[in-house]
């Protein structure tokens, strides 16, 4: 066929034909730890699991094309692949960073990488002037989650790019709220692209992996190096249950993006919430920006209750149909209070969450049942 194919059409036929010996029609697991050689050096591409697999092959290709990029890169979770990346960090550089990342990306970078003697800048993503401003001649890269994690802020990936690269940077952003469904960073500008592959991309709660896409040539000799090096690999049945999730990527995000737009509507008009996070709505101050670097919304909603941490706490114990868990992006629907979980590490830090935020991820279920759990929860 010529021509672009379709979202939908790519995650579930790119790099991954039928198989040409037996017809099968989905991917085969390969299991071998190692491949034999006609002669020394001499094999079909294959010679040890860790440094190449076929059933990682298969997903590295497919969520290549999904992105856009040349080259694709799994590993073993979300933190292993943002991890390879800033291997590319020497001691007395400097990273920029978002004020509201996601307590794991936090901890990484300042925990495990400062004592390193690598620095790093929270700055407001949201202001391409500040980036900017906050610039050091030891700033290798500036590190994007848009929308971010909790705050559901949304940056300008092509202006942030721009900055980035008008210092001699890269521009990494976190892709894992927004998939490739939703937005494509490596066509505004981007340099690379990580994803928790745990999250939307798995879709189901069931496997847990990362990884990174890129088309340029220098980091993607740096990841593929620190990737087989390291050796922080999905195992192959990993690979196979994200591929599979893959197929189904566009139909169930437009499912939770539907209903986390309803949800968003429903606690902006609730009488205990405060404050709604969700760039669906026209309130958002990234809206405009979201519309026009995204295809829709995402399905992932924060809200701030009026009377603080208890009631939130309370709030979270209550809901039935909404799982009080940490995570999101499967078909089931989350919820859970970022300061006490997902983001504990970032307590006393510039990166602190208000104790009354709780954080949703909109599942798969009939959107008035969700409605019903939250608005009986809050009382």
């Known amino acids: ?13 790119a790099a991954q034909p039928p198989d040409a010996s037996t017809g099968a029609v989905i991917p085969a697991v390969h299991l071998a730890t190692t491949y034999a050689q006609e002669a020394v050096g001499a094999h079909k591409g294959y010679d040890y699991s860790r440094t190449r697999n076929p059933t990682r092959a298969t997903l590295e290709g497919t969520l290549a094309a999904l992105e856009g ?10 933190m ?17 960073i978002p004020n509201d990342a996601y307590g794991g990306t936090w901890r990484l970078i300042a925990r495990v990488y400062g004592e390193s ?15 900017d401003a906050a610039w050091q001649p030891s700033t290798k890269l500036v590190w ?3 929308p971010s994690n909790p705050l559901l802020r949304i940056a300008d990936i092509e202006a942030l790019a721009e900055v980035a690269h ?17 937005q494509q960073p490596l066509s505004l500008g981007a340099d690379a692209v990580v994803h928790s592959a745990t999250k939307y991309l798995g879709g189901h709660s069931d496997v847990v992996g990362g990884a990174v896409l890129t088309s340029d040539p220098d980091l993607a000799e740096h990841v593929a190096f620190i990737q087989n090096s390291a050796g922080a690999v999905p195992g192959p049945l990993d690979c196979y249950l994200v591929q599979r999730g893959l197929k189904t990527l566009a139909v169930r995000m437009d499912r939770q993006c539907a209903n986390a737009a309803v ?3 429903f606690l902006s008009e609730h009488p205990a919430v405060g404050r709604v996070c969700y760039p669906g709505l026209s309130s958002h101050p990234g809206h405009d920006i979201a519309k026009r670097q995204m295809r829709d919304f995402g399905a992932m909603v924060s809200f701030v209750l009026k009377e603080g941490e208890e009631v939130a706490l309370a709030t979270a114990a209550r809901t039935e149909l909404f799982t009080l868990a940490e995570s999101l992006g499967a078909v089931e629907s989350l919820i859970e209070h970022p300061a006490r979980m997902t983001h504990a590490s970032v307590v006393s830090s ?17 959107v008035g049942d969700l409605v019903a759990d939250l608005a009986q929860a809050l009382g």
């Open 1 to 13: 066929m010529t021509g672009e194919l379709g979202f939908e059409t790519r995650a579930i036929h």
């Open 69 to 78: 990029a040349t080259l694709g890169f799994c590993f073993a979770s979300g």
């Open 80 to 96: 292993a692949a943002e991890d390879a990346v800033l291997r590319s960090l020497r001691p007395g550089d400097n990273l920029l």
């Open 117 to 131: 003697g690598i620095s790093h800048t929270p700055v407001d993503l949201t202001d391409a002037g500040a980036v």
């Open 144 to 146: 994007i989650e848009s």
């Open 166 to 182: 008008s210092h001699g940077g890269w521009c990494i952003v976190d892709n894992t709220f927004a998939t490739p469904y939703l």
């Open 263 to 265: 949800i968003a509507d």
């Open 350 to 366: 510039p990166l602190a969450v208000d104790p009354g935020l709780l954080r949703l991820s909109v599942g798969l279920e009939s």
